[in-house]
């Protein structure tokens, strides 16, 4: 069955850096575009970025454009996310999804960013 596990999250000084990763299984993630979506407290899930299968295209939402970066290794079926320059409203509960709604999606990794 589609697993997608997530994991990198943590606490991050307001400015920081953080890195999450996927790890995906039980379905051809070469050929799939993939994305990451975020839940925030008390708010609905919403999309932040999208890759597809070859890594040649991304798109970003505009809260995070210039600061997330998407990508992804086939070889590994992996897919990341690597955050720079944090804020306190990038708090939420992030999720690797295999939709842009976040329908089919995984556990979930939590950041927080907090001084």
């Known amino acids: 069955q589609v697993q997608l596990v997530e994991s990198g999250g943590g606490l991050v000084q307001p400015g920081g850096s953080r890195g999450l990763s996927c790890e995906a299984s039980?379905?051809?993630?070469?050929?799939?575009?993939m994305y990451w979506v975020r839940q925030a407290p008390g708010e609905g899930l919403e999309w932040v970025s999208s890759i597809s299968p070859g890594s040649s295209i991304t798109h970003y939402a505009d809260s995070v454009k210039g600061r997330f970066t998407i990508s992804r290794d086939n070889a590994k079926n992996t897919l990341s996310l690597q955050m720079n320059s944090l804020k306190p409203e990038d708090t939420a509960l992030y999720y690797c999804?295999?939709?842009?709604?976040?329908?089919?999606r995984g556990q979930g990794t939590q950041v927080t960013v907090s001084s």
């Open positions: 999804a295999r939709d842009e709604k976040g329908a089919d």
């Open positions: 039980g379905f051809i993630f070469r050929t799939n575009w």
